[in-house]
């Protein structure tokens, strides 16, 4: 049985069908109506032609949940079209992505889907994206000046924020600047995830004073210095490592995404302890990842159709604050509301995502080598 509750376990058909008819603004192929009856609906979408795609999704969190949900009932209504879906993640199958462009062009891996700016930056090099229109995909109007991009190849829907995890117990005057990071008063109990550079506050750091243009050799000044002086306790390479660390109090305080402050405190909860974890937005702006969505340009003409339909489908407002519920995340979509026990945390209010800083991908993609090598030298082998 399908609730009629939108927080409930699966999307609405009610609330669906009535975002795939006049409220979403027809996103998929001009003219085309109201989804009033299976029949309408596959005289329509691509002509009644089979079509079969394949979208993107991430593996894991619960995030590949509301794109099958949508697939499923558009799939009900519309029984010419098939949509396959890969779960997965960026690091590992965004190569796999391009490696398939380059050898055939024209039968892409993927044809739509989620994807990070760092691959939406290495897929405009290769050429990858169809720029979205805003007459088949008008709900990215909806999106928060800080997810909607100039090269107009993808729109964010939701974000991951970067700020501030600590330890309750030993920080009573929580960080309130990512100058904080570098406070007497947490030295010697500050870890850092090793180069990763949204997660380890560097880029935070980089754009506190300017969002325009990252202050790359004043932050690694200021982390060089701070190596010296030893206000890090250590390197971290996972999120579990870096959980135990904060949760023993051997550190007080890392930058972190700070939906797993949250996700850590239910579990402990959940376990019958305290919740032991705190977090900041820094006065600056949280530094934010945004989920891009967006569309591969080797779609034939009845694979868009139905790719910016579901596009223009995943930025509805409810669609949104289901699937950032669900997953965590932040919504950058107006309107959209997580739901529950969420709602009442201060991270996933709308002007965390209006004052987010985004980083530029591209300068972090042709400049992640050479910034390894100066944090090996300049901040690593430094270390007290």
């Known amino acids: 049985m399908v609730s009629e509750r939108y927080g409930s376990s699966a999307l609405s058909r009610r609330r669906l069908l009535k975002s795939m008819g006049a409220g979403s603004a027809m996103a998929c192929g001009a003219g085309l109506s109201p989804l009033l009856g299976a029949a309408s609906a596959q005289a329509q979408v691509a002509g009644g032609r089979p079509v079969r795609l394949t979208e993107f999704v991430y593996l894991g969190g619960n995030q590949p949940q509301v794109p099958r949900e949508l697939i499923a009932q558009y799939q009900a209504r519309n029984p010419n079209v098939q949509v396959d879906v890969l779960e997965g993640n960026n690091a590992r199958d965004f190569p796999k992505i391009i490696a398939q462009h380059r050898i055939d062009p024209k039968n892409p891996l993927v044809h739509f889907g989620h994807f990070t700016p760092d691959s939406i930056a290495k897929g405009m090099l290769e050429d990858l994206w169809l720029k979205l229109d805003p007459a088949k995909v008008p709900n990215m109007a ?147 990842s945004p989920n891009d969505l967006a569309i591969m340009k080797a779609c034939t003409p009845d694979q868009r159709e139905v790719a910016e339909y579901l596009t223009n489908l995943s930025l509805d407002p409810e669609v949104v604050g289901r699937y950032c519920t669900l997953t965590s995340t932040i919504p950058g979509i107006k309107g959209a509301k997580v739901s529950g026990k969420l709602s009442e945390e201060p991270l996933f209010q709308p002007s965390v995502a209006e004052n987010a800083i985004i980083q530029d991908s591209d300068l972090v993609a042709t400049k992640d080598s050479d910034w390894r090598q100066r944090w090996d030298r300049e901040v690593k082998s430094v270390m007290k």
Request: glycine residues 8%; proline residues 5%; contains cysteine.
């Open 142 to 288: 909806l999106a928060v000046d800080s997810l909607r991009f100039p090269h107009g190849c993808s729109v964010g829907f939701g974000l991951w924020a970067v700020g501030f995890v600590y330890n309750k117990k030993f920080v009573k005057e929580p960080p309130v600047s990512w100058d904080d990071l570098f406070a007497p008063r947490f030295k010697g109990r500050v870890i850092l995830f090793d180069y990763a550079w949204l997660i380890n506050g560097f880029m935070g750091v980089a754009y506190a004073n300017s969002r325009k243009q990252p202050a790359i050799d004043a932050a690694f000044e200021k982390y060089a210095k701070a190596a010296r002086d030893g206000q890090f306790l250590a390197m971290y390479t996972s999120n579990q490592q870096a959980k135990e660390i904060l949760a023993r109090g051997d550190a007080w305080m890392a930058p972190q995404f700070l939906n797993l402050a949250v996700t850590w405190n239910n579990d402990e909860v959940q376990r019958g302890a305290d919740a032991p974890f705190g977090y900041t937005v820094p006065k600056e702006g949280a530094v934010a």
